[in-house]
């Protein structure tokens, strides 16, 4: 069990928050990577079944994150680019989760996510090394390689079943949270990869392989951090997987957000490439040792 959390210092939270950001934009900018803005307010969000994105009565939704603009803008030939950007989610507060948090975003154009996952390791040594935190205990060794695992081997030897393409999500997510997280390393990254291809309806499919998808994972100190994947290029499949989405929103009796066609048509142009979003609060929390989201944000939800 987890007591409250004892507030740290204004100036402490400022400071490690600070360290954080600076050490993010060197990493990516020594990587030849642009920072760009995309707006936050949205007329057509991607559609997806377990994101809720926060309407703005008469002007759209507040963006729970910039992916589809960002890869409009690869796709009209920005190179590869990054953004820390304010997102918002709806059902999500917890120790783990605000509404609204820091979300890195970026984009590898010619890059796979076997290339995106070597960049997501180093890019946390990177921040690690740049942050060193006092008061930090010293629970993670990021000297030792990252752990790689495809998620269904993690499945059939943690929850006693391996699943394929189309997975019940009801079950997938239980033994995710119930069975496979809680038995992942504490004291290192792991990287989990090639999800069953209906838990990644934005991503590219496995060649010879089309129950997976080109999808991973990164965890840090058993806290989930990232999802990344080689982004799928096909227009015409990505409408399909879109209008599932849609259904299955409308299940849920909530109403689907209409389609992005501006990011559909732009599609075509966007070849090969992977993107990868990374909680940046929540990497503050695994690196600096902290219990709650709000110790690295300049306030508590509750104090909002």
Request: a negative charge; one cysteine or more; proline letters at 9%.
């Amino acid at each position: 069990m987890h007591g409250p959390a004892t507030p740290r210092p204004t100036r402490a939270r400022l400071a490690l928050r600070a360290r954080g950001l600076a050490a993010v934009r060197s990493f990516l900018d020594t990587h030849g990577s642009l920072e760009v803005e995309t707006p936050l307010l949205l007329r057509a969000p991607a559609p997806e079944r377990h994101i809720v994105a926060l309407p703005v009565p008469g002007a759209g939704y507040l963006a729970a994150s910039p992916e589809l603009q960002m890869k409009r803008l690869v796709a009209d030939g920005s190179g590869p680019i990054h953004q820390l950007s304010r997102s918002f989610r709806g059902g999500e507060l917890g120790r783990h989760h605000h509404p609204e948090f820091t979300i890195l975003e970026w984009y590898l154009p010619g890059a796979t996510y076997r290339e995106a996952m070597d960049q997501t390791e180093a890019l946390v040594r990177w921040v690690a090394a740049r942050l060193s935190p006092p008061d930090a205990p010293p629970r993670l060794d990021l000297d030792r390689p990252f752990e790689r695992h495809r998620i269904a081997d993690l499945f059939e030897r943690l929850a006693g079943w391996r699943p394929g393409a189309d997975v019940d999500d009801e079950r997938f997510a239980f033994d995710l949270v119930d069975k496979v997280e809680p038995a992942l390393p504490r004291d290192r990254g792991v990287l989990v990869h090639d999800y069953p291809a209906s838990q990644a309806s934005l991503a590219r499919l496995c060649p010879g392989d089309p129950a997976y998808a080109e999808r991973f994972e990164l965890y840090l100190g058993g806290l989930e951090l990232a999802n990344g994947f080689t982004e799928l290029a096909d227009a015409a499949e990505q409408r399909a997987r879109f209008e599932r989405e849609r259904t299955a929103i409308a299940a849920q009796g909530r109403e689907p957000y209409p389609l992005d066609e501006r990011f559909l048509a732009a599609l075509p142009r966007l070849g090969l490439c992977t993107g990868v979003a990374l909680g940046f609060d929540r990497l503050l929390m695994a690196l600096a040792g902290l219990d709650d989201i709000g110790e690295s944000t300049a306030f508590r939800w509750e104090e909002v």
